[in-house]
């Protein structure tokens, strides 16, 4: 755990604050690459991930910074920091870690697409690929430009790369029909709306695997009703539970007394990831894709579940 303060609160954009975040006595925080996030963790008990907008791969970096939107929805984490969090407020947070990283070494013709507060990852892989051989295109979205994060920042960037798509201006969401057929690319980033990212997913179905890279900040509904009992064993002492149709594999595993680290209880953050030594997992999350699915060899237990009767992990 990380100790940090609040060195900076800033008006972004509408219902958007931008979070600064230093070590005490100017000491350097852990570096992090384009995509990567932090735990924080908030005094009313919540621990909410934030992708860093200022994430450029270095060693170290002197402060992390983070954008928090309001949610219509919020479940009193970001209502916690735009009514609450204050200039030298304390936090305490995780070290960085990327479940979204940008891998332009073998991607040449890049699109990248941020909408709403998705836009903060995809901010920091654009500031790391300007002016570099990449051949890269930015679609920012938003319902209008008065809610889009870091528009003056973007807007000053390439004409010809950057490019601006607000519904209520153009009369609608953004053509991905359009949009995905207009150049052959080799790989697309895409963070928003769970509503545009199931469209992306969905119209780039014919895409070589492993050429579209997405993050979700809310997880995926799944339908619970044929979820079935199956056996948990954990392979260090042999101790196993039955892991209910109504509960999850880390719900299973506190009722039982173990003390395994979590953060987002959706399948988003990765926190609970356990090794599989035997069985099938049925996977639910947001984290692992397409290869590491088909390997199952990597398990999150706080959502994802058992294919079949039994599933051993190495805990």
């Not at 908030?42 to 860093?52: A, D």
């Not at 479940?75 to 479940?99: F, Q, T, Y």
């Amino acid at each position: 755990m990380i100790q940090v303060l609040v060195s900076q609160v800033q008006a972004l954009a509408r219902d958007a604050l931008l979070i600064e975040l230093q070590a005490p006595n100017g000491q350097v925080l852990p570096g992090a690459a384009p995509g990567a996030h932090i735990d924080v963790h908030l005094p009313n008990g919540l621990i909410r991930q934030y992708s860093l907008t200022n994430a450029q791969g270095q060693p170290s970096q002197p402060s992390y910074q983070i954008a928090v939107a309001r949610d219509a929805d919020s479940r009193g984490g970001s209502d916690w920091v735009h009514d609450k969090l204050r200039l030298g407020s304390a936090l305490s947070i995780s070290e960085p870690r990327n479940l979204f990283p940008l891998n332009t070494a073998a991607e040449k013709k890049v699109l990248f697409i941020g909408a709403g507060i998705g836009i903060t990852p995809i901010f920091a892989m654009v500031n790391s690929v300007k002016g570099t051989a990449v051949d890269w295109t930015l679609m920012a979205c938003a319902r209008s430009a008065s809610r889009l994060a870091f528009l003056e920042e973007l807007s000053g960037l390439d004409d010809n790369r950057v490019h601006f798509h607000f519904d209520l201006d153009q009369g609608g969401p953004l053509d991905l029909h359009a949009l995905l057929s207009r150049s052959q690319w080799d790989a697309l980033y895409a963070c928003g709306p769970a509503g545009l990212l199931d469209a992306i997913e969905s119209k780039t179905q014919d895409w070589p695997a492993g050429s579209v890279h997405m993050e979700r900040f809310k997880a995926q509904a799944h339908d619970g009703s044929g979820n079935s009992t199956f056996e948990l064993v954990l392979s260090s002492s042999g101790q196993s539970v039955q892991v209910a149709a109504e509960e999850t594999p880390l719900e299973a595993l506190e009722r039982i007394g173990v003390d395994h680290p979590f953060s987002c209880r959706e399948g988003l953050c990765g926190t609970c990831e356990v090794e599989v030594i035997e069985g099938l997992p049925d996977h639910r999350d947001n984290v692992l894709d397409a290869g590491d699915r088909a390997a199952g060899t990597r398990f999150i237990p706080c959502i994802s579940r058992c294919a079949g009767n039994r599933l051993v992990i190495n805990l």
